[in-house]
């Protein structure tokens, strides 16, 4: 793990005013061959990393805690996979998913100790592979829900926004900011809200979703 990351999660580097905030300006520090710089990337990248997992864990025992590991995780991951982010303009949301999906699979992880250690009541084969096969299953009809709304017939932005609330659990905050960066005007958190609305309403009534929330 490199030093600088190492520092980000200790918690050692201090507060820069000059911090990179677009998600651009984050990619770009990010993967900077300048130690201090890169430094101060991931530094800025923390809170959003640690809210991204505070969201998905803020219902369990020690949730701060929690949060915090499973963000330390997706810093190291976010640094060794850096260059998988194709679009600067996404990567503050590409972030945020991969610490979503460490606290995911830390939340699935307990469930499945929870079963193996409960002394009342040692669970079987047979209770146990009903419980990850509904996981596959759910994470298959996950997948194929969100193939189906790639393709929707709406805009861009319309498709972001709905994939980003749906299925990557982002607040409306983040989904703005993502936005304002793509389209180089400042969008709000109510616009977000807006399109969102208006995007359900006429998915609602697309026939190939019809289609498939009724087989499903």
Same mark, same amino acid.
Request: hydrophobic letters at 40%.
């Given at each position: 793990?490199?030093?600088?990351?190492?520092? @980000?999660?200790?918690?050692?580097?201090?507060?820069?005013?000059?911090?990179?905030?677009?998600?651009?300006?984050?990619?770009? !520090?990010?993967?900077?061959?300048?130690?201090?710089?890169?430094?101060?990337?991931?530094?800025?990248?923390?809170?959003?990393?640690?809210?991204?997992?505070?969201?998905?864990?803020?219902?369990?025992?020690?949730?701060?805690?929690?949060?915090?590991?499973?963000?330390?995780? !997706?810093? @190291?991951?976010?640094?060794?996979?850096?260059?998988?982010?194709?679009?600067? !303009? !996404?990567?503050?949301?590409?972030?945020?998913?991969?610490?979503?999906?460490?606290?995911?699979?830390?939340?699935?992880? +307990?469930?499945?100790?929870?079963?193996?250690?409960?002394?009342?009541?040692?669970?079987?084969?047979?209770?146990?592979?009903?419980?990850?096969?509904?996981?596959?299953?759910?994470?298959?009809?996950?997948?194929?829900?969100?193939?189906?709304?790639?393709?929707?017939?709406?805009?861009?932005?319309?498709?972001?926004?709905?994939?980003?609330?749906?299925?990557?659990?982002?607040?409306?905050?983040?989904?703005?900011?993502?936005?304002?960066?793509?389209?180089?005007?400042?969008?709000?958190?109510?616009?977000?809200?807006?399109?969102?609305?208006?995007?359900?309403?006429?998915?609602?009534?697309?026939?190939?979703? +019809?289609?498939?929330?009724?087989?499903?």
């Amino acid at each position: 793990m490199a030093l600088t990351v190492f520092h @980000v999660i200790i918690g050692r580097m201090t507060s820069d005013p000059s911090s990179p905030t677009t998600s651009v300006e984050l990619h770009q !520090a990010c993967g900077s061959p300048d130690r201090l710089e890169q430094a101060g990337g991931y530094e800025a990248l923390w809170p959003h990393l640690l809210r991204a997992a505070y969201h998905v864990v803020h219902d369990q025992a020690e949730a701060e805690a929690l949060a915090q590991d499973c963000a330390q995780i !997706a810093l @190291v991951r976010v640094y060794e996979h850096w260059s998988e982010c194709r679009e600067p !303009a !996404a990567f503050r949301v590409w972030a945020q998913r991969i610490a979503g999906r460490v606290a995911i699979d830390e939340l699935r992880r +307990r469930k499945r100790l929870v079963l193996l250690t409960d002394d009342d009541h040692a669970p079987s084969p047979a209770e146990v592979t009903p419980l990850i096969e509904t996981e596959v299953v759910t994470e298959l009809d996950t997948q194929q829900l969100r193939r189906l709304i790639e393709r929707a017939p709406i805009s861009d932005r319309s498709r972001r926004v709905v994939i980003g609330r749906y299925f990557d659990d982002l607040p409306d905050e983040t989904l703005a900011q993502v936005e304002s960066s793509t389209s180089r005007q400042r969008v709000l958190p109510s616009h977000v809200q807006v399109t969102r609305t208006k995007d359900i309403a006429r998915l609602r009534e697309w026939p190939l979703l +019809r289609q498939w929330l009724k087989a499903a």
